[in-house]
Structures are given as structure tokens and as C-alpha cells.
T-cell receptor
Framework: AQSVTQLGSHVSVSEGALVLLRCNYS??????LFWYVQYPNQGLQLLLKYTTGATLVKGINGFEAEFKKSETSFHLTKPSAHMSDAAEYFCAVSQNDMRFGAGTRLTVKP | DGGITQSPKYLFRKEGQNVTLSCEQN?????MYWYRQDPGQGLRLIYY???????QKGDIAEGYSVSREKKESFPLTVTSAQKNPTAFYLC??????????????FGSGTRLTVV
């Protein structure tokens, strides 16, 4: 069965610092992987996705993620955090259906 | 613009009442989903539908019911059998079944509170 583990329920960074949100997946076949962002009292918005091809995927708002099959990871990064990046981030894996991680809340300090 | 509309945004329910949450999409997506979100638990699948007049239970279907009479609409009823209904409910849709390589489009959610 497919599953997703997000390491760290809460991550805090300073404005301008590197953002790194960790995601590991479990899947019996090559998966489709996604990152979503959720602002307070809103739905989820797709940030980026990996299906096939290039393992480094670029998304919206300057985020990117790298699919590493050997590490079963799909970590989300952004070189320089902005105050507007403060939100909750969800990693998801899809085979027959979409499975979401528990989420990581990102706080950005001025 | 195409998207998913959930209504109402906030809903209050008395003990023993059934309430229905609305979800409408104009994306021409075949598949629609209902998730429940509780703090620290991520999203849990309640029901999903891949085609009109057909739907399947997700992981936490007990105490909920759905219908899919039209492609655009997938309402969720929270029945009195649901013992802990206070949560944030999210509706989503996708062009392909299971989300596959399309990803999901989400509505803005309905926050249900039992009073």
C-alpha cells in the first residue's frame, strides 16, 4: 500500500533562509508525487508534481522538489523564504488513489 | 473561471441533525472526492465518485452519505450517526481517476461545528 511520511509537523525559518520540507513515500510501483500548499481556512493548491522524466521538478512561487528513488524521498525546497510562504504544506502520493501526509506547518520569522 | 465551489463556508449543526454540504465543479472533471481534515491528521478520504451515479466509500465513510446525480455536483450529508462531525471538509475533483498524474483541484472548504 502507498503512504507518505512528512518529517516534522512544524518548521520555522527566518525570512530569506532556505526552506526544506521533508517527505518520504512508500509505494510498490513508481509513484506520482505531489506537493500542495494550504493557507488558513482555504483549500489545497497544487504546488508541483512529479510524474515521469526529470527528477527535479519546479513549481509555483519558487518552490522545487527532487524525486530520489533510492531514498524514496520527495523533499520540497525554496532557496529564500518569504513571509507569504507561511502556510501548511502537504506531500501526497498517487497510485490508485491519492494519499496525503499529515502536513508540515511552515512559519517564517521576520 | 473554472473551479470548485463549496457552500456554505461555515456551518453549525445541532446534535441529532443531518446537514448537507454542497460541492459544485465546472471543470468537466469525471472524478470527485470528499475529505475530512482534522488538526495534525492530514486529509482522510470519506467518499469518492469516478462517474455519475456511482460512488465508493473511502477510509472513514461511517456516518456520511453522498450522491452523484450530475457530473457537476457531489453533495455530502453528515448524518446524526457521525459522532464527531466537527471538522473542516474539503471537496476535490480530478480529470483522471485516482488523481494519477493530473493532481486534484480543491474547493475552499466548509467548516462544520456541532453546537
Amino acid at each position: 500500500a502507498q503512504s507518505v511520511t512528512q518529517l516534522g509537523s512544524h518548521v520555522s525559518v527566518s525570512e530569506g533562509a532556505l526552506v526544506l520540507l521533508r517527505c518520504n513515500y512508500s509505494s510498490s510501483v513508481p509513484p506520482y508525487l505531489f506537493w500542495y500548499v494550504q493557507y488558513p481556512n482555504q483549500g489545497l493548491q497544487l504546488l508541483l508534481k512529479y510524474t515521469t522524466g526529470a527528477t527535479l521538478v519546479k513549481g509555483i512561487n519558487g518552490f522545487e522538489a527532487e524525486f530520489k528513488k533510492s531514498e524514496t524521498s520527495f523533499h520540497l525546497t525554496k532557496p529564500s523564504a518569504h513571509m507569504s510562504d507561511a502556510a501548511e504544506y502537504f506531500c501526497a502520493v498517487s497510485q490508485n488513489d491519492m494519499r496525503f501526509g499529515a502536513g508540515t506547518r511552515l512559519t517564517v520569522k521576520p | 473561471d473554472g473551479g470548485i465551489t463549496q457552500s456554505p463556508k461555515y456551518l453549525f449543526r445541532k446534535e441529532g441533525q443531518n446537514v448537507t454540504l454542497s460541492c459544485e465543479q465546472n471543470l468537466n472533471h469525471d472524478a470527485m472526492y470528499w475529505y475530512r481534515q482534522d488538526p495534525g491528521q492530514g486529509l482522510r478520504l470519506i467518499y469518492y465518485s469516478q462517474i455519475v451515479n456511482d460512488f465508493q466509500k473511502g477510509d472513514i465513510a461511517e456516518g456520511y452519505s453522498v450522491s452523484r446525480e450530475k457530473k457537476e455536483s457531489f453533495p455530502l450529508t453528515v448524518t446524526s450517526a457521525q459522532k464527531n462531525p466537527t471538522a473542516f471538509y474539503l471537496c476535490a475533483s480530478s480529470a483522471g481517476t485516482g488523481g494519477l498524474n493530473y493532481g486534484y483541484t480543491f474547493g475552499s472548504g466548509t467548516r462544520l461545528t456541532v453546537v
